[in-house]
């Protein structure tokens, strides 16, 4: 039982290693119309679906972490929000929804226009006093081109959760 937590564990930890280096890093960011998706949030609030608050949680704080040294998010923002979506993922994933694929996929899309939202309040509006329109017309775009990538992200999930699942011995 213990082997399949920690191999499915470590196989999170990569997984949520590569999305940060692809959103992140220079030379791998996916960009449409000068927007990334975010694959981060898709992955944790999957995490909180399939395993519960603690590792959801703790892999959140792990990625906001990650991208708060490694790219122009505001400091602490990320790891924060992310480490409190997988809480609250994995709380009220279980209890409230059946169907955790679709479930999750939505609720990725929801708070990655959340995310978008803070974003400019605490950085683009504080900062650069940008216009709030243009802001959430960025923030549509990266809901919508997260959206597919959304997908792949569950589904990677799912597949490492179906392989190292819990055993009731």
């Given at each position: 039982?213990?082997?399949?937590?920690?191999?499915?564990?470590?196989?999170?930890?990569?997984?949520?290693?590569?999305?940060?280096?692809?959103?992140?890093?220079?030379?791998?960011?996916?960009e449409?119309?000068?927007?990334?998706?975010?694959?981060?949030?898709?992955?944790?609030?999957?995490?909180?679906?399939?395993d519960?608050?603690?590792?959801?949680?703790?892999?959140?704080?792990?990625?906001?972490?990650?991208?708060?040294?490694?790219?122009?998010?505001?400091?602490?923002?990320?790891?924060?929000?992310?480490?409190?979506?997988?809480?609250?993922?994995?709380?009220?994933?279980?209890?409230?929804?059946?169907?955790y694929?679709?479930?999750?996929?939505?609720?990725?899309?929801v708070?990655?226009?959340?995310?978008?939202?803070?974003?400019?309040?605490?950085?683009?509006?504080?900062?650069?006093?940008?216009?709030?329109?243009?802001?959430?017309?960025?923030?549509?775009?990266?809901?919508?081109?997260?959206?597919?990538?959304?997908?792949?992200?569950?589904?990677?999930v799912?597949?490492?959760?179906?392989?190292?699942?819990?055993?009731?011995?």
């Open positions: 039982m213990m082997k399949n937590k920690t191999a499915r564990i470590i196989l999170y930890v990569v997984l949520t290693v590569c999305a940060a280096v692809l959103q992140t890093a220079r030379g791998t960011r996916i449409v119309m000068g927007v990334s998706p975010d694959m981060l949030v898709s992955i944790i609030v999957a995490v909180g679906f399939f519960g608050p603690y590792i959801a949680g703790s892999l959140g704080l792990f990625a906001g972490v990650l991208c708060a040294t490694s790219s122009s998010w505001p400091e602490g923002l990320p790891a924060l929000f992310l480490a409190l979506c997988g809480v609250l993922c994995g709380v009220t994933g279980k209890r409230y929804f059946r169907s694929a679709v479930a999750s996929i939505l609720v990725a899309l708070l990655i226009f959340v995310r978008g939202l803070i974003d400019y309040v605490f950085y683009y509006q504080m900062v650069y006093s940008a216009p709030f329109g243009s802001m959430l017309l960025k923030t549509l775009v990266k809901t919508a081109i997260s959206a597919p990538l959304s997908v792949l992200c569950v589904f990677a799912s597949l490492i959760n179906r392989r190292f699942p819990e055993r009731r011995d």
